[in-house]
């Protein structure tokens, strides 16, 4: 593997553990309002809803947050499930985006990485939401990188290139850790180095995402083995 | 004091002692290249010319990064000295800036405030030389923030204004630590809470300098005092 001069991580499946995080908020949230549901189905669909709603916002005149988005994505995914949820509980959940967990391996893996690379997130959470969910978590990169700094989203083109030149680097010079084949198709294609993290429990599943087909692809079981097959 | 929600930090001078730093290696540098200066004039020249330069960078149409501005300030102030030092060992001295030593109580200082507010810089220097900065150092900040991510540099009050936006933060929330009532002033206008750091070291006088006459004013002797008044 040439030497990266800083490895970018997308955050939510690869770093904090989304999924089991929103699940136990939202089946609090509905113990609170005497609700019940299939949490579960419910946090999922929501998840689901996501990808279409960045690919909207793209083509918005003006940028909004990742809140701004999941507000109006919860809404949605409730109304489908007939769920009625009072407006302070939907607020916890937008919230709870802030509470993931990170996966065991991820604070460990990136103090280890972070000996060689410089590290950062490059996420569609904006700023003021990775800020808590690092502070939430304990976990640390060097900084924290969004696509908010390009004021787009994900897979936009613009925001791997914007990390890059933040970075005072080439695309060739820094790697895009993702669980998600589509992060690192798009990363590569501004020439990114794709390093492809395993995540079998994101979905619940125990089925890792396949890895895209990439020259030069790294495929790491998790942050710890990354940093080893990278040299630290 | 009101409860801040995020603090951010100038650095060079607040954070980071820039003056024995680049002494040190100008006088390096002038070792290997065979070449005698009073150093020390040449540095503290060097600092005189960052602000006008920085006003002048304002002005300018495309944004240019620290290093640049730097170049050329360092050009002129070598030529004003009758240095001659060769372009590899001027560049060293640009790179310089990314190897600042921390003042003693900048790393502990910020590890016990950060239990409380969020922490940032919002320095001049933009993010990649920020990044090795405090890789350097081995000190820790909860996200990088920079007059870059404005485009501008201080005291523009979008600088404030942007790194208040970016944290989630109204301006109110945010509190701005620096050595320097320029900068405080500025940050005041905006609505940020002034939080003045002694560092009489900073020219080697032994004189800080006075802090500004501002309502609400902060001051305190170091990082750890700071953090220590903001109840943390």
Chains 1, 2 share one sequence.
């Not at 988005?69 to 995914?77: A, G, H, I, M, S």
Request: charged share 30%; proline share 7%.
């Amino acid at each position: 593997v040439a030497e990266l001069r800083a490895v970018v991580f997308d955050v939510f499946g690869t770093l904090v553990d989304w999924r089991s995080s929103v699940i136990d908020e939202a089946a609090a949230a509905g113990e609170r309002a005497g609700r019940t549901a299939d949490w579960a189905a419910v946090v999922d669909d929501w998840r689901r809803a996501y990808p279409p709603a960045l690919e909207r916002a793209r083509r918005e005149p003006v940028w909004r947050d990742l809140d701004a988005l999941q507000r109006e994505t919860l809404d949605d995914v409730l109304t489908r499930h007939g769920v009625d949820l009072p407006p302070d509980e939907r607020e916890v959940l937008v919230r709870a985006w802030r509470r993931l967990r990170p996966w065991p391996d991820t604070a460990p893996g990136l103090e280890r990485l972070r000996t060689g690379p410089a590290t950062a997130t490059l996420s569609n959470g904006h700023v003021a939401l990775l800020v808590d969910l690092l502070r939430f978590g304990g976990w640390r990169v060097d900084t924290v990188l969004s696509a908010e700094l390009a004021q787009s989203y994900k897979p936009d083109p613009r925001v791997y290139r914007r990390a890059a030149q933040l970075l005072g680097c080439a695309p060739e010079e820094v790697g895009m850790g993702a669980a998600h084949a589509g992060d690192l198709v798009a990363a590569a294609e501004v020439g990114l180095r794709p390093l492809f993290v395993r995540r079998p429990d994101e979905w619940g599943t125990g089925a890792a995402e396949e890895p895209p087909d990439l020259p030069g692809l790294v495929v790491a079981d998790d942050v710890a083995d990354l940093a080893a097959q990278l040299g630290c």
